[in-house]
């Protein structure tokens, strides 16, 4: 979560895409959504796309 300059905000949100069992095979999604000043909703963007469990590569 960080504040932009016009007072909005941007957030980053993970979400549950896709339920399947088990479990660890979930589709999970990382996303950006950017928040006025004012809390509307000022956009989103789909950052990435994983697995439950999965790591990100160093």
Not at 5 to 21: A, F, K, Q, T, Y
Not at 31 to 49: N, P
Request: glycine content about 8%; charged content about 30%.
């Amino acid at each position: 979560m960080r504040s932009d300059d016009d007072g909005g905000w941007s957030v980053l949100v993970d979400v549950v895409e896709l339920e399947r069992i088990p479990s660890s095979t979930d589709v999970l999604a990382t996303y950006r959504v950017d928040i006025t000043s004012t809390g509307d909703l000022a956009g989103y963007e789909r950052l990435r796309r994983y697995h439950r469990g999965a790591t990100d590569p160093t």
